[in-house]
């Protein structure tokens, strides 16, 4: 089965800083890799994917992610945080056929001015 | 394009009760999912249907059904409700072209057990 782990449940940045959230999963087989952001009183916004092909992904609003096979790992990046990042934010697989994800247990990231 | 919209987007029912929440998919999407997002249990899979068919189910127990309908729209089904139902269910469609299908999530439902 698989599994994905996010490390931080809570992630504290300053305006302008970097924004890295780290993201491993466990799969068998080639998942297909996702960052959603989630804002408060709202669904879930797909910010990057990766299925096939290059392993950097850039994604909306600045973001970016890595898929790195041999570390199991997807962690999301932007260079410069902004007040707007301020959100709570999900990795997620997809493994084989259907739309079935799999989601880490979230990473709520604050921005200090 | 409209988005996935959810009816209710908040509901209070009271435990034994049971409750029905619909999700209309993006127009063209034939695939719907729905997902429990619990601050203990974090976002769960609940089931997926395509085509008026079920094609995953989560783990979770028989109180929970779902079904979709000729043009798509789903509703799922909470019976005998527990405490522990209260959460934010999430609906997402996809299209359903061949190749990776990108999945659109709802606003969600925000049911509360008393």
């Known amino acids: 089965a698989q599994s994905v782990t996010q490390l931080g449940s809570h992630v504290s940045v300053s305006e302008g800083a970097l924004v890295l959230l780290r993201c491993n999963y466990s799969?068998?087989?080639?998942?297909?890799l996702f960052w959603y952001v989630q804002y408060p009183n709202q669904g879930l916004q797909l910010l990057l994917k990766?299925?096939?092909?290059?392993?950097l992904v850039k994604g909306i609003n600045g973001f970016e992610a890595e898929f790195k096979k041999s570390e199991t790992s997807f962690h999301l990046t932007k260079p410069s945080a902004h007040m707007s990042d301020a959100a709570e934010y999900f990795c997620?697989?997809?493994?084989?056929?259907?739309?079935?994800?799999?989601f880490g247990g979230g990473t709520r990231v604050l921005v200090k001015p | 394009k409209a988005g996935v919209t959810q009816t209710p987007r908040y509901l209070i029912k009271t435990r034994g009760q049971q409750v029905t929440l619909s999700c209309s998919p993006i127009?063209?999407?034939?695939?719907v999912s729905w997902y429990q997002q619990t601050p203990g249990q974090g976002l769960q899979f609940l089931f997926e249907?395509?085509?008026?068919?079920?094609?995953n189910k989560g783990n979770f127990p028989g109180r929970f059904s779902g079904r979709q309908f000729s043009n798509s729209r789903s509703e799922m089904n909470v019976s005998t409700l527990e405490l522990g139902d209260s959460a934010l269910y999430l609906c997402?469609?996809?299209?359903?072209?061949?190749?990776?299908?990108?999945?659109?999530f709802g606003p969600g439902t925000r049911l509360t057990v008393l």
């Open positions: 997402a469609s996809s299209r359903e072209d061949r190749g990776y299908n990108e999945q659109f």
């Open positions: 799969s068998s087989v080639p998942p297909y």
């Open positions: 990766y299925t096939t092909g290059a392993t």
């Open positions: 997620a697989v997809r493994i084989g056929a259907g739309n079935k994800l799999t």
């Open positions: 127009s063209g999407h034939r695939s």
């Open positions: 249907y395509f085509s008026e068919t079920q094609r």
